[in-house]
């Protein structure tokens, strides 16, 4: 496999606080979102907080997926980080979706490479 990989970085806010507080929902929606896309989860660990929050992490054998929640904000953190060409364009729209979240900050990285880049950065909202 290529060292070259995508890093895609989201910041979802005014999203529904309910399901950031919900550890299943949470770990089930990231498991779908990296099996939709046919990868292979190696490790599976999120940690309830109290009184809120939740923070996740997928190992997958192409790298990571990681979810990080602010009820009390209505705001959701993730990282999405995947070698290979693996367009990651459905897998963020369902995260995003599934969070309810009316704006989000979608940023892009390219990972592996050795020449200078710019960081794209995508507004999404309902």
């Known amino acids: 496999m290529s060292k070259e990989g995508k890093h895609i970085i989201i910041d979802a806010f005014e999203c529904d ?3 950031l507080n ?3 929902f949470l770990e089930g929606m990231c498991k779908k979102a990296a099996l939709d896309a046919n990868m292979e989860i190696l490790y ?3 940690h309830q907080f109290e009184p809120q929050g939740v923070t996740g992490m ?3 054998s192409t790298s990571h997926l990681s979810i990080h929640t602010w009820p009390e904000e209505r705001y959701v953190s993730l990282d999405f980080y995947t070698c290979g060409t ?4 459905p897998q963020v729209e369902f995260l995003i979706k599934e969070l ?3 704006q989000s900050m979608v940023y892009s990285i390219s990972r592996g490479v ?5 960081i794209t950065c995508e507004e999404l909202g309902n």
Do not use: A, G, M, R
């Not at 693996?86 to 364009?89: D, Y």
């Not at 050795?114 to 710019?118: A, D, G, L, R, V």
């Open 17 to 19: 606080s309910t399901h």
């Open 22 to 24: 919900d550890i299943k």
């Open 44 to 46: 599976s660990y999120f």
């Open 58 to 60: 997928l190992v997958l």
């Open 86 to 89: 693996l367009e990651l364009t």
């Open 100 to 102: 309810s979240s009316k």
């Open 114 to 118: 050795s020449y200078p880049q710019t």
